[in-house]
């Protein structure tokens, strides 16, 4: 797949915790690592996510009395996952993993600081209203199709995927630079999703050709 220079490189939440012996540990994070430093000199604009929360936020488990991690609670938006506490604000946690060597990056975006609203996705909060502001950088930037890497599969990056289709954008998920989490059959209705959507899966060995 031939990249252009108005392709963006989506590099979602690479963080200590959502690496091996992390706090939301997702199997075998770390190793987007070497397959996102393989790829990332082919792309001319490089964007970082990171997962960014305030001491208590909402989405943490701890946050519920009586609740534990990977159980359901109705909140103003709908259901939402419970997580352990994750990726704090000023935390080693929410570090970007020390491995991960993208100087190049042109945008850190935070997202998930609202103390009420969690955000899978890097375009939209999980009220599927709160916008984070990515789609404006890129349309101002003139960067017309994304790509996809990093953590995890099932959440952040099937959801900023989905969000970018649903904003008209061509979106690529580069599959094997990404690690998914797999709970309760999340990996399975997330695709499902991304057929209907029209994002479209490659290998990273498709970069460049
Ligand atoms: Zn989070």
């Known amino acids: 797949m031939q990249i252009t220079p108005q ?3 989506l590099v979602t939440d690479v963080q200590n915790d959502f690496c091996p012996s992390g706090a939301l540990a997702v199997p075998d994070g770390d190793a987007v690592i070497p397959i996102i430093h393989r790829i990332a000199p082919f792309f001319e604009h490089i964007i970082l996510t990171q997962d960014w929360h305030p001491p208590g936020h909402h989405s943490f488990a701890s946050a519920h009395p009586g609740k534990h991690p990977s159980e359901q ?17 000023g935390t080693p946690g929410a570090d970007f993993h020390p491995a991960l060597q993208l100087a190049r990056a042109e945008l850190i975006l935070r997202k998930g600081f609202r103390p009420e609203i969690d955000s899978y996705s890097a375009f939209f909060e999980n009220d599927r209203t709160t916008a984070t502001g990515l789609v404006g950088y890129l349309r101002e930037r003139n960067l017309t199709r994304v790509f996809l890497t990093g953590l995890a599969y099932d959440y952040c990056v099937g959801y900023s995927a989905l969000d970018a289709r649903r904003l008209g954008f061509p979106v690529t998920i580069i599959s094997d630079a990404c690690r998914a989490i797999d709970l309760n059959g999340s990996v399975a209705a997330i695709e499902k999703q991304f057929a209907k959507a029209g994002v479209t899966l490659i290998e990273s060995a498709a970069i460049p050709a």
């Open 7 to 9: 392709d963006v490189l």
């Open 73 to 89: 609670v109705r909140v103003s938006y709908g259901e939402q996952t419970l997580w352990p506490e994750h990726c704090v604000q």
